[in-house]
């Protein structure tokens, strides 16, 4: 079994910035993509970044230019660093971890219990 523990998330004013992080923990050998949702409230869950190792980190459309992801796979940790925030990026982030590249594919990797993001002034 696989924990995820995520912290950072809070109430930020528009053009604020903030770092989530997220902790993998349980019996891990390898992990292969570590990604974060979010989800808006009544809106469906939406694919914000991911990370496959070795592979090509992309982007939702709306956080391109502003978001980063990072991973650091020594402490089994994804980032999420978030600058010029905006209102619409309201919302639960979560991490997902799959470890291997068919858990990936097939949608069979863990999730979070998410942290609150608010950008309100």
């Known amino acids: 079994q696989v924990q995820l523990v995520e912290s950072g998330g809070g109430l930020v004013q528009p053009g604020g910035s903030l770092r989530l992080s997220c902790v993998a923990s349980?019996?891990?050998?390898?992990?292969?993509?570590m990604a974060w949702y979010r989800q808006a409230p009544g809106k469906q869950r939406e694919l914000v970044a991911t990370?496959?190792?070795?592979?090509?980190?992309n982007y939702a459309d709306s956080v391109k230019g502003r978001f980063t992801i990072s991973r650091d796979n020594a402490k089994n940790t994804v980032y999420l660093q978030m600058n010029s925030l905006q209102p619409e990026d309201t919302a639960v982030y979560s991490c997902?971890?799959?470890?291997?590249?068919?858990?990936?594919?097939?949608?069979?990797?863990?999730w979070g219990q998410g942290t609150q993001v608010t950008v309100s002034s």
């Open positions: 990370m496959p190792n070795g592979g090509s980190t």
């Open positions: 349980g019996t891990i050998f390898n992990i292969y993509a």
């Open positions: 997902y971890v799959a470890l291997g590249v068919m858990d990936y594919i097939r949608g069979r990797g863990y």
